[in-house]
Nanobody, 125 residues
Framework: QVQLIESGGGLVQAGGSLRLSCAAS????????MGWFRQSPGKERDFVAA????????YYAVAVKGRFTISRDNAKNTVYLQMDSLKPEDSALYYC??????????????????WGQGTQVTVSS
């Protein structure tokens, strides 16, 4: 069992930056692929970014590529999402997710086994 706790959300002006963190419990963190997703009210949960267990490969949604950066520190059992040049449309509840096996398609929510409770990001115009 893995518990994921997100932090770092908040209110920021358009053009600003935030850094989200996701702390994981358990010893097997370094074996999990990790992902970030986001969900706005009334909408589906959308893929944002993912990173392989070693951190050697990263993947991004088209909407955030070039503005967001996912990274991980396996020694600290933590995955990060650096968000720069934020836009109002980035406002959402951001979720961290962990996959026991490397997802063949990282953008699909059903590929992930564990989820955090989410952290709210609000970008004002």
């Amino acid at each position: 069992q893995v518990q994921l706790i997100e932090s770092g959300g908040g209110l920021v002006q358009a053009g600003g930056s935030l850094r989200l963190s996701c702390a994981a419990s358990g010893r097997a963190f370094s074996s999990y692929a990790m992902g970030w997703f986001r969900q706005s009210p009334g909408k589906e949960r959308d893929f944002v970014a993912a990173i392989t267990s070693s951190g050697g490969s990263t993947y991004y949604a088209v909407a955030v590529k070039g503005r967001f950066t996912i990274s991980r520190d396996n020694a600290k059992n933590t995955v990060y999402l650096q968000m720069d040049s934020l836009k109002p449309e980035d406002s959402a509840l951001y979720y961290c997710a962990a996959a026991r096996a490397s997802p063949p398609i990282v953008s699909i929510t059903s590929e992930y086994d564990y989820w955090g409770q989410g952290t709210q990001v609000t970008v004002s115009s």
